[in-house]
């Protein structure tokens, strides 16, 4: 692992798959003109509003965003990472899918969602994920990046669970992917204090892209794309226009914070 800068990048995408494609294409390059080598987008990146129509369309926006990964990593020589997108899976659902592919446009992780958005929210909006998504049943996995550290995939609503961390964490995590389309309600109370717990207590950077202002009539989303030390401390944030959140993650930091607050080797229960 060397010194690197990482962006997580904020969207604003809608039931459009050539409108999200081409605004996550200028964001990528926005990325890569300060410097980004590693750089996330977030959950439904090609696809956000309609969940009808995303799984009408799920085979076409599956390919096509699969596909604009790769070249977009090719084009831009950066390690990209598609924050979540539908997979069929052949049963009337879909995966709800992260993907993370090289400079070469080779695919090196791929994780599908386990832990599905099904709340009634105080606000009157409800979400059930499991009406279109399937859960994933495999734990995320862990790529090791000889230059980026190890590097450990979630999304979204997978935050409220530590244990899928602290599982990524004994597994060796540096760093940790969190890209989401977290709601606007739930969001200003619970995603920067979610996303610098993780950090803190797994002692690891948190990288997380995000959706962000209103998709649909009724949907919107929080915003607030963030890079986070292990620390804890806030590095980088956009608020709530699309942007790109830009921070240098730094292998002496880590093991700075990991030699001072040495909590992952005092563990009594595992």
């Not at 990325?31 to 990146?45: C, K």
């Not at 993780?198 to 607030?224: D, F, L, M, W």
């Not at 590095?235 to 040495?262: F, T, W």
Request: contains cysteine; hydrophobic residues 40%.
């Amino acid at each position: 692992m060397r010194s690197y800068l990482a962006a997580a990048v904020q969207m604003n995408s809608v039931p459009d798959l050539d409108k999200n494609l081409a605004q996550a294409e200028d964001l990528i390059d926005l990325a890569v003109r300060q410097g980004a080598e590693l750089i996330g987008l977030p959950e439904n990146f090609s696809f956000l509003g309609d969940e009808d129509a995303k799984l009408a369309q799920a085979e076409a926006i599956a390919q096509g965003s699969e596909k604009f990964l790769k070249t977009m990593a090719q084009r831009y020589q950066v390690t990209l990472l598609g924050g979540g997108f539908p997979v069929p899976t052949g049963t009337g659902k879909v995966y709800n899918t992260a993907l993370l592919v090289d400079p070469s446009g080779s695919e090196l992780a791929r994780y599908e969602k386990v832990h599905l958005f099904d709340v009634n929210l105080p606000d009157g909006n409800t979400y059930q994920e499991s009406s279109i998504v399937l859960a994933g049943t495999q734990l995320p996995p862990i790529y090791p990046s000889k230059d980026f550290g190890n590097l450990g995939l979630s999304v979204c609503y997978d935050v409220r669970f530590p244990e899928l961390y602290r599982h990524l964490a004994q597994m060796g995590a540096e760093v940790l992917f969190v890209p989401a389309a977290f709601t606007a309600y739930t969001g200003k109370d619970h995603w920067q204090v979610l996303l610098q717990a993780r950090a803190i207590e797994n002692t690891c950077y948190v990288i997380a892209p995000a959706q962000t202002g209103k998709h649909n009539a009724r949907r919107q989303s929080h915003g607030h794309a963030a890079i986070i030390d292990p620390w804890g401390l806030i590095l980088a944030e956009v608020e709530e226009k699309p942007g790109v959140a830009i921070a240098s993650i730094e292998p002496s930091r880590l093991a700075q914070v990991r030699r001072q607050m040495p909590s992952l080797q005092h563990r009594v229960f595992i």
